[in-house]
């Protein structure tokens, strides 16, 4: 796929987003991530919906994120869509204006491409110290998040899994809710 091809498809989904606001889910993870800055959210979406600011700290993205660009050559970073307006744009180019030759991405990792060591070494301390490892609507099939679970089991953690179909992890979960994410946010309530 060309870069500018690739650039397009991303910036569709950017549109897509900015238009769609956070589900109650998202929302209730943000509540659980203002009960405590220890609190971390490892996301698996790229679309940050969840993203707010404020618990910028506290939010793992390992698949990466879509409002964010950088730069290949000096990963100077960009907002996606403030970058897609006046370089694509405006100049057709998707060079970096700090170095000038380095070619700018969107931040999203695509399958088969590297995980951020980054990212995935704070997702697994966080797996690692926690107390309660709560699992929201993902198969857990997907790896290498799905290793996270097994991690703070392995660390006595306790897992609860809320997801609309069943997992591999709940025989080994302390709470298995299977039910639309909504419809648990609202019994929760
Ligand atoms: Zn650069």
Redesign the pocket.
């Known amino acids: 796929m060309s870069r500018i091809k690739s650039w397009r498809n991303n910036f569709e989904i950017l549109n897509k987003i900015r238009n769609s606001s956070p589900s109650k889910m998202h929302n209730f993870i943000n509540k659980i991530l203002s009960r405590r800055p220890e609190n971390i959210h490892i996301a698996q979406n790229i679309d940050g919906l969840h993203r707010s600011q404020k618990f910028k700290d506290q939010i793992v993205e390992i698949h990466g994120s879509v409002h964010t660009s950088s ?1 290949l ?4 970073q960009y907002e996606t869509l403030k970058f897609y307006e006046e370089n694509i744009l405006k100049q057709q180019s998707l060079n ?1 204006d ?2 000038k ?2 070619l700018v991405k969107v931040d999203t990792i695509s399958f088969g491409q590297a995980l951020s060591q980054i990212s995935l070494k704070k997702a697994q301390e966080a797996s690692e110290n926690c107390d309660f490892f709560i699992a929201v609507g993902t198969s857990l099939k997907v790896s290498p998040a799905n290793q996270f679970p097994n991690i703070a089991l392995q660390n006595n953690a306790k897992l609860i899994i809320l997801n609309k179909e069943e997992t591999s992890f709940d025989g080994r979960a302390l709470l298995v809710i299977n039910e639309d994410l909504e419809e648990i946010h609202e019994q929760i309530n």
Do not use: E, I
Request: with cysteine; charged share 10%.
């Open positions: 730069c050559s000096c990963n100077q970096c700090s170095c030759d380095g």
